[in-house]
């Protein structure tokens, strides 16, 4: 098979994935069918669990929460509609020895 002599042809930008969005309602249902605990008793803990993980990203630490992952603040921008923060997540490979391996590609 021959190679193009040609470097300059470049290939554009991929075409963006349209994101998946798992929305609060979503989560609660999962989680109240996973563990057999009523809606109610869910939802108490879901928001408190948000709040807590908002509060730890917006002081900049480092959540170590196993299965999800290690996730460090990367960047932070405020906007007028709010504060923009920018996570770095490392995840653990699905049979791999090695604590933190990084599945996002970077």
């Known amino acids: 098979m021959a190679r193009s002599k ?3 042809e470049k290939v554009g930008p991929a075409e ?16 109240a069918r996973r563990t057999g605990l009523r809606n109610s008793d869910v939802k108490t ?6 709040a807590e993980l908002g509060d730890a990203m917006a002081l900049g630490m480092t959540l170590a929460l196993p299965p999800l992952g ?6 932070r921008n405020d906007s007028s509609g709010g504060e923009v923060i920018t996570l770095r997540l490392r995840r653990r490979l699905q049979g791999s020895d090695k604590d933190g391996e990084d599945v996002s590609g970077a």
């Open 6 to 8: 040609n470097r300059s």
């Open 16 to 31: 963006p994935e349209t994101a998946k969005v798992l929305q609060k309602r979503q989560l609660m249902t999962q989680v």
């Open 45 to 50: 803990v879901v928001e408190a669990t948000l």
């Open 70 to 75: 290690r996730a460090r603040v990367s960047r």
